[in-house]
């Protein structure tokens, strides 16, 4: 079975600054994908990131960017330039390429303070 | 793309009651989910549907809950008789492949 483990419950950083949220997983599977969703108060779960295993090359998308250790089996989510915004509950998620099922860790609530 | 619907947006049912929650997915997507989201258990897979079809119902917590998905543009979770703890947010997402999954907006179901 897989697992998805997100360590810091709570986090906060200030407006501009950069924040790294944890997440580590478990997996027999070699090949399958991670994801970072963002869910602000409104409730609503946006995808943030994406990161295919096969590939060694980070992801970016603007502000944010993923340190991914296969070998660890860490996905770490850095926030550049904080914005008020991103205060949200972020969780981490794995799905195997040969399944549909997507496993989310606990979450971790981000605050960024003005 | 309107993304994927979800009705109603808010649902307030006395115990006892049926309720039913409905979804459309995104056109093209072949994969539909049902997740529930309580403070306690945090996000919790119920069923999930490839091609219409009911693959995996474990997380479905007990007979009051049935699920469908007639056509490939609306599916149903149903809960029949309701109970106060069934009180939680419930999200359709919906998926092509592991490309991506788009979550609706959620309906948050209050059992008093």
């Known amino acids: 079975a897989q697992t998805v483990t997100q360590s810091q419950p709570e986090m906060s950083v200030q407006e501009a600054e950069t924040v790294t949220l944890s997440c580590t997983y478990d997996?027999?599977?070699?090949?399958?994908?991670l994801f970072w969703y963002k869910q602000p108060p409104s409730r609503q779960m946006i995808l943030v990131i994406r990161?295919?295993?096969?590939?060694?090359q980070n992801a970016t998308e603007n502000r944010f960017s993923v340190n991914f250790q296969k070998a660890a089996k860490s996905f770490s989510l850095k926030i550049s330039d904080s914005q008020l915004g991103d205060t949200a509950m972020y969780f981490c998620?794995?799905?195997?390429?040969?399944?549909?099922?997507?496993?989310f860790g606990e979450g971790t609530q981000l605050t960024v303070n003005p | 793309d309107a993304g994927v619907i979800q009705s109603p947006r808010h649902e307030v049912t006395e115990m006892g009651q049926e309720v039913t929650l409905r979804c459309k997915p995104i056109?093209?997507?072949?994969?539909l989910f049902w997740y529930r989201q309580t403070m306690m258990r945090g996000l919790e897979l119920l069923i999930y549907?490839?091609?219409?079809?009911?693959?995996?119902d474990s997380g479905m917590p007990e007979d009051r809950f049935s699920a469908k998905m007639p056509n490939a543009s609306f599916s149903t979770l149903k809960i029949q008789p309701s109970e106060p703890r069934d009180s939680a947010v419930y999200f359709c997402?919906?998926?092509?492949?592991?490309?991506?999954?788009?979550f609706g907006s959620g309906t948050r179901l209050t059992v008093v």
């Open positions: 997996t027999s599977e070699n090949n399958y994908y």
């Open positions: 997402a919906s998926s092509r492949r592991q490309y991506g999954y788009t």
């Open positions: 549907f490839n091609n219409n079809v009911p693959i995996d």
């Open positions: 998620a794995f799905v195997t390429t040969s399944g549909s099922r997507l496993t």
């Open positions: 056109s093209g997507h072949n994969s």
């Open positions: 990161q295919e295993a096969y590939k060694q």
